[in-house]
Protein backbone atom coordinates (compact mmCIF):
# COMPACT_ATOMS: atom_id res chain seq x y z
CA UNK A 1 0.00 0.00 0.00
CA UNK A 2 1.33 3.58 -0.79
CA UNK A 3 2.51 5.46 2.07
CA UNK A 4 -0.34 8.56 1.02
CA UNK A 5 -3.17 6.48 0.97
CA UNK A 6 -2.25 5.83 4.76
CA UNK A 7 -2.23 8.80 5.32
CA UNK A 8 -5.46 9.93 3.79
CA UNK A 9 -7.72 6.82 5.49
CA UNK A 10 -5.72 7.81 8.88
CA UNK A 11 -6.91 11.59 8.64
CA UNK A 12 -10.65 10.45 7.31
CA UNK A 13 -10.86 8.18 10.40
CA UNK A 14 -9.87 10.96 12.69
CA UNK A 15 -11.97 13.43 11.24
CA UNK A 16 -15.22 10.93 11.87
CA UNK A 17 -14.32 10.08 15.37
CA UNK A 18 -13.65 13.98 15.99
CA UNK A 19 -16.87 14.89 14.72
CA UNK A 20 -18.79 12.13 16.79
CA UNK A 21 -17.10 13.52 19.98
CA UNK A 22 -19.21 16.10 21.43
CA UNK A 23 -16.42 18.81 22.55
CA UNK A 24 -17.11 20.28 25.88
CA UNK A 25 -18.38 23.97 25.80
CA UNK A 26 -19.04 27.14 28.31
CA UNK A 27 -22.00 27.61 26.56
CA UNK A 28 -23.37 24.26 28.61
CA UNK A 29 -21.44 25.01 31.66
CA UNK A 30 -23.36 28.34 31.79
CA UNK A 31 -26.47 26.52 31.19
CA UNK A 32 -26.11 23.91 34.49
CA UNK A 33 -25.45 26.80 36.96
CA UNK A 34 -28.59 28.88 35.58
CA UNK A 35 -26.69 31.59 33.80
CA UNK A 36 -29.20 31.72 30.71
CA UNK A 37 -30.74 34.78 29.29
CA UNK A 38 -33.75 33.10 27.94
CA UNK A 39 -35.72 33.62 30.87
CA UNK A 40 -38.30 36.49 31.51
CA UNK A 41 -39.41 37.76 34.28
CA UNK A 42 -41.66 40.38 34.56
CA UNK A 43 -40.78 43.57 36.41
CA UNK A 44 -42.50 46.40 37.10
CA UNK A 45 -39.99 49.57 37.99
CA UNK A 46 -39.71 53.11 38.35
CA UNK A 47 -36.50 55.30 37.54
CA UNK A 48 -35.50 58.24 35.54
CA UNK A 49 -35.38 57.77 31.94
CA UNK A 50 -31.81 58.50 30.10
CA UNK A 51 -30.00 58.59 26.83
CA UNK A 52 -26.58 56.93 27.08
CA UNK A 53 -23.93 56.65 24.70
CA UNK A 54 -22.52 59.28 22.21
CA UNK A 55 -24.36 59.77 18.79
CA UNK A 56 -25.22 57.66 16.37
CA UNK A 57 -25.00 55.13 18.65
CA UNK A 58 -27.16 56.16 21.60
CA UNK A 59 -29.28 54.11 24.04
CA UNK A 60 -32.63 54.64 25.79
CA UNK A 61 -32.31 53.31 29.12
CA UNK A 62 -34.48 53.79 32.62
CA UNK A 63 -32.01 54.14 35.99
CA UNK A 64 -33.71 53.21 38.80
CA UNK A 65 -32.52 54.46 42.50
CA UNK A 66 -29.89 52.09 43.03
CA UNK A 67 -28.18 53.30 39.54
CA UNK A 68 -29.60 50.01 37.81
CA UNK A 69 -29.35 50.83 34.37
CA UNK A 70 -32.48 49.24 31.88
CA UNK A 71 -32.27 49.45 28.52
CA UNK A 72 -34.88 50.23 26.88
CA UNK A 73 -35.58 49.96 22.96
CA UNK A 74 -37.55 52.26 21.44
CA UNK A 75 -37.81 53.70 17.65
CA UNK A 76 -36.55 57.46 17.07
CA UNK A 77 -39.69 58.99 16.84
CA UNK A 78 -40.80 57.13 19.67
CA UNK A 79 -43.34 59.33 21.92
CA UNK A 80 -41.24 58.03 25.23
CA UNK A 81 -38.22 59.93 23.89
CA UNK A 82 -40.11 63.18 24.80
CA UNK A 83 -39.76 62.20 28.28
CA UNK A 84 -36.19 61.71 28.48
CA UNK A 85 -34.76 63.50 31.96
CA UNK A 86 -38.49 62.75 33.79
CA UNK A 87 -39.63 59.90 36.25
CA UNK A 88 -41.49 57.28 34.78
CA UNK A 89 -43.15 54.05 35.46
CA UNK A 90 -42.29 50.78 33.13
CA UNK A 91 -43.65 47.57 33.01
CA UNK A 92 -42.63 44.90 31.03
CA UNK A 93 -40.47 41.56 30.77
CA UNK A 94 -36.76 41.78 31.99
CA UNK A 95 -33.82 40.14 30.27
CA UNK A 96 -30.32 39.52 31.35
CA UNK A 97 -27.84 39.56 28.70
CA UNK A 98 -24.37 38.35 29.28
CA UNK A 99 -21.22 39.95 27.73
CA UNK A 100 -18.22 38.33 27.51
CA UNK A 101 -15.43 40.49 25.97
CA UNK A 102 -12.76 39.24 23.33
CA UNK A 103 -10.38 38.14 25.77
CA UNK A 104 -12.57 36.09 27.35
CA UNK A 105 -13.47 38.23 30.29
CA UNK A 106 -17.15 38.77 31.67
CA UNK A 107 -18.65 42.30 32.05
CA UNK A 108 -22.03 42.51 34.77
CA UNK A 109 -24.73 41.55 32.80
CA UNK A 110 -26.76 43.86 30.72
CA UNK A 111 -30.35 44.41 32.01
CA UNK A 112 -33.16 44.73 29.12
CA UNK A 113 -37.12 45.33 29.44
CA UNK A 114 -38.79 43.70 26.34
CA UNK A 115 -42.55 44.17 25.50
CA UNK A 116 -42.76 47.07 28.08
CA UNK A 117 -45.89 49.78 28.79
CA UNK A 118 -44.54 53.01 30.34
CA UNK A 119 -46.47 56.02 32.29
CA UNK A 120 -44.74 59.06 33.19
CA UNK A 121 -44.60 60.40 37.09
CA UNK A 122 -45.94 63.40 38.36
CA UNK A 123 -43.35 65.03 40.14
Do not use: H
Not at 1 to 14: A, N, Y
Not at 79 to 92: D, L, Q
Amino acid sequence: MKPWIVVLVTVLILRMVSFSYSMPSREASNQETGESSSTLQSIKIEGILRLVGNEPFTRLCLMDTQNRIYYLEAEPRDRIRSYIGTRVKVEGLLMRKQIRLADNRELPDELYILQYRWEPLSK
